[in-house]
């Protein structure tokens, strides 16, 4: 779905308990291994755990919607690669709710949503995306990617060390991932000419599954099912109308692509 275009893209070193501060030397390579992704502006945020690093592609907010987006005291930090659709209707009920915006960017609707309903915000969210949230507080990481997995997220895990980002290539910047090859990622890729999910052609790199957020926290990562495609045993549709179907299909698809015309761009 991705290929050849500009898009977004976001990186990030989470440190453990037995690990100095993340190197910022390597998160500006990780970030330039992603620059055709974002050509448009780049962004940073750190302190003696995590380093989250991210290059934008401007599409929404154009004028204010830099990335990390923060909340009003800055203890929730945010790198997003993706579009939220419904961004519009979360704000209108965030701000509604006494959360203070300082952007028109879906990216800060995620920042207060988390706030306000905690993980189980990922069911509010209408969108492809793939993002990195930092409870400064919590000192906890949350890695979540779309339902459908249309954007990618890339993530090792050496240690203590979790590094992340949005192509596999930008890990390769730091020096402790590893880089031999996955003989069963090898096998599958002959196979099918791709490697499916959870893998990576690389023996210490997965794939955060569609529908799925990982957490990291205290040495260790956990990675949820948030969502799954599901049809409910003795569900049936009637066929009657063929026209009838082809109509309300019709009326759907175009509902969808009239919310995925929210940008500031053409």
């Given at each position: ?84 659709y419904n ?13 203070e915006f ?165």
């Open positions: 779905i991705e290929a050849g275009r500009r898009l977004c893209g976001i990186v990030g070193i989470l440190s453990g308990s037995r690990d100095g501060p993340p190197d910022p030397v390597i998160l500006e390579a990780m970030k330039t291994r992603l620059i055709h992704r974002g050509p448009d502006d780049d962004g940073t945020y750190l302190d003696d755990q995590v380093a989250l690093g991210m290059r934008r592609l401007s599409i929404i907010d154009l004028e204010a919607g830099q990335q990390p987006a923060t909340n009003e005291d800055g203890s929730i930090q945010v790198v997003f690669n993706g579009e939220i961004y519009r209707e979360l704000t209108d009920r965030l701000v509604a709710l006494g959360h300082h952007s028109r960017s879906d990216t800060e609707a995620v920042v207060h949503a988390y706030e306000q309903w905690g993980d189980a915000f990922l069911d509010k969210l209408n969108g492809m995306f793939a993002f990195a949230l930092w409870d400064v507080r919590r000192r906890r990481l949350m890695l979540a990617r779309d339902r459908a997995g249309i954007k990618p997220l890339y993530y090792s895990k050496i240690g203590t060390t979790l590094v992340f980002g949005s192509e596999l290539k930008a890990l390769l910047e730091h020096p402790m991932v590893e880089r031999d090859l996955d003989p069963e990622s090898l096998g599958h890729y002959l196979s099918f000419e791709y490697v499916p999910t959870p893998h990576a052609i690389f023996r210490g790199v997965r794939k955060l599954r569609p529908g799925h957020y990982l957490i990291a926290e205290r040495d260790w990562i956990d990675e949820v099912r948030y969502w799954d495609f599901e049809i409910q045993r003795g569900e049936s549709i009637r066929i009657t109308d063929p026209h009838v179907h082809a109509q309300k299909f019709a009326g759907v698809l175009q509902d969808s692509v009239a919310a995925e015309m929210v940008s500031d761009v053409p």
